[in-house]
């Protein structure tokens, strides 16, 4: 009853009218963005960070949160009809729903893809409004040990269990955790990492890396080989309704896409691919008629743009709960939450009630928004991904350039953007994720602070983090999360090598 | 094996820039107030960066990492080679044409290498659209850019 009425009380503040207008222009903008692609919500929020000057937080957060959910429903249709996925987390919809577009179904794979994202959206976000109360809790209880073995945790997780290449995920992490050390120590006014350069006492900032890893990146990775801006976007043609048949294969597929996708989101893992790929593995197993699958079925498309969805909400849970970041976007807007001088955390939702109960109801708002901006509206988006190349890269360079130069208008800031961007193409050609660079970028700093507040209170006895029970669980499984694929893929090779 | 060599000089670069952050984490001053000094997070951070990029040689060596297979198609030299060419214009005249003037040539010499061939209509869109963005950017978000020709002339960007 309590978190209905808190909820009600975020209506009112989502609801008024400059709130609604910073929702309807978050939500605008995040579809845009998701629909082009090389542009992403990540690296678009990072952009707009400079607005945490101007705007108060609550209408801040509601544009952001906009973005955030608009790009989840904007990056199906660049997979439908574009065979380039616009977010990694929408790989699966363009398995079968870029099929289904290329045999005329276009209109019926877009539409399950909004309506889906719509129901699982719906789903997460009340699964969110439940369940934060519930974790911040729980979360009252943890000590600095246990929040740092909780990042720790979130680190193995996030860059190794989840990733097909562990290694190279964590090989990610620790570069990002080695930018985010840049700059003043804060704690001892010791300079760290500067090399001499006046430019990096304050750090480097998280501006310029996004940026950099996934504007210039991208940029240098398609100028690099021809073959890969080769593409086309795909009409859509037949009528967007779904027929009764299409009605009775999705919606289950929707439901247990939401099922999939909200824990997994709000787990302190994160990553949006796994429950996508899970769905599409349980869709194909449940399927009437599993050889469609491969040649456009329907499910294949309305399970994972559901569970992507739900698992976008999810991920909102240790973000405002825990201030634990587990995917890139979750971490720029953590530090948009740290440029207003306010720690997300358990004492988030009582300190700031209007703030985060406003965030919430105007996800609610934002769905419903989002549905109809992508369902009656689709043709708009559809114009908006025949932007042609030789106008969209560089004009996402301009704005690659607007972010890191409005800094401090010093050129090192430029060049720094570059080599990162460089770092970016060389992670592009060896298949190494990028969003742990930015997880750790963020969440490295806020993990030393919290090593350091646990030694301080147990006297400087590094001991603590295995005496508390619940730092040691966390540990324990964080190792378990490290040490499973690799114990795991050993055993599915010797059960194949038996026989 | 096409790649190797490429991948075996990918592990090499971590294990330098593991040398590199230990290197330069020898050399933050100790702080003697701190339980937890200045140096421990970076030290964590050059080991770690050591462990993976041994592992990630021995993966290299054994011929697992290598760069994206494109079968043979070489690299677009010409493409690599204008927004190469742009993204040094830029850096290079940002500070005197200031931001305006220097992001359209960034847009036209990246608009060439993608396979445009308007450079006129290129660079009119370009001067649009980075006016635009200075104009969005310094007056609602309140995002400084110093001087500049076109900065002038629109009120300053400061």
Known sequence: ?499 | MPGRRAGIAFALGILALAAVVAIEAARIPQSAYAVVGPRVFPFAVAALLGLLGLLLLIQALAGHLRPADFAGEPVDRQAAGWVGLGLFANVALVQSLGFVLASSLLFLCVARGFGSRRPLRDLAIGLLLATLVFLGFSRLLGVRFGGGLVEDLLGGGS
């Open chain 1, 1 to 499: 009853m309590e978190t209905l009425a808190a909820l009600g009380q975020g209506f009112l503040v989502a609801l008024q009218p400059t709130n609604l207008l910073w929702g309807f222009l978050g939500v605008t903008l995040g579809t845009f963005v998701g629909v082009l692609p090389g542009l992403g919500p990540a690296l678009t929020i990072a952009l707009l960070l400079p607005i945490t000057y101007t705007v108060e937080a609550t209408a801040a957060f509601i544009l952001f949160a906009g973005i955030y959910y608009g790009a989840m429903y904007g990056g199906s249709t660049t997979s439908i009809l574009l065979n380039t996925p616009g977010e990694s987390a929408t790989i699966v919809t363009a398995l079968e729903g870029h099929r289904m577009a290329l045999s005329g179904r276009g209109g019926p794979a877009l539409a399950t893809a909004a309506i889906g994202s719509f129901v699982a959206g719906t789903i997460g976000t009340i699964g969110l409004t439940f369940l934060a109360p519930t974790v911040v809790e729980l979360a009252l209880a943890f000590g600095p040990a246990d929040y740092f073995s909780l990042m720790i945790l979130a680190f193995v997780t996030v860059s190794a269990t989840l990733g097909s290449r562990p290694l190279r995920g964590l090989a990610a992490l620790a570069f990002g955790i080695w930018l985010g050390l840049v700059g003043v120590d804060l704690q001892t006014g010791q300079a760290r990492f500067t090399f001499g350069l006046l430019e990096l006492l304050d750090g480097i900032n998280v501006i310029v890396v996004c940026v950099g890893l996934f504007a210039v990146g991208e940029t240098l990775w398609l100028a690099h080989r021809a073959s890969l801006r080769e593409a086309s976007v795909v009409p859509v043609r037949g009528s967007l309704w779904l027929s009764r048949e299409d009605w009775r294969r999705s919606w289950p597929a929707w439901l247990r896409g939401a099922l999939i996708g909200f824990p997994i989101g709000a787990l302190p893992a994160g990553g949006a691919e796994v429950p996508t790929f899970l769905s599409y593995w349980l869709e194909r197993r449940l399927a009437r008629r599993p050889e469609e699958f491969g040649k456009g079925a329907i499910e294949g498309v309305a399970g994972p743009e559901a569970a992507n969805n739900a698992s976008a909400a999810g991920v909102l849970v240790p973000m405002l709960t825990l201030g634990l970041p587990t995917s890139a976007t979750a971490a720029i807007v953590l530090s948009a939450f740290q440029s207003y001088g306010i720690n997300p955390g358990p004492l988030l939702m009582e300190t700031q009630p209007q703030l985060v109960w406003g965030l919430i109801a105007s996800l609610y708002i934002g769905n419903l928004l989002l549905l109809a901006l992508n369902l009656p509206l689709v043709g708009i988006w559809v114009r908006v991904l025949s932007i042609p190349q030789p106008l969209l890269y560089p004009g996402i360079l301009v704005f690659a350039t607007v972010g890191t130069y409005g800094i401090s208008q010093s050129p090192i800031d430029l060049l720094l953007l570059y080599a990162i961007g460089l770092v970016g193409f060389l992670m592009r050609l060896f298949d190494v994720p990028t969003a742990p660079v930015v997880i750790g970028m963020i969440l490295g700093p806020l993990a030393e602070q919290e090593l350091r507040r646990a030694l301080t209170i147990s006297q400087g006895d590094p001991t603590v983090l295995l005496t508390r029970p619940l730092s040691a669980t966390l540990l324990a499984l964080a190792v378990l999360a490290l040490l499973a694929p690799v114990l795991w893929r050993r055993l599915v090779r010797r059960n194949l090598a038996g026989g």
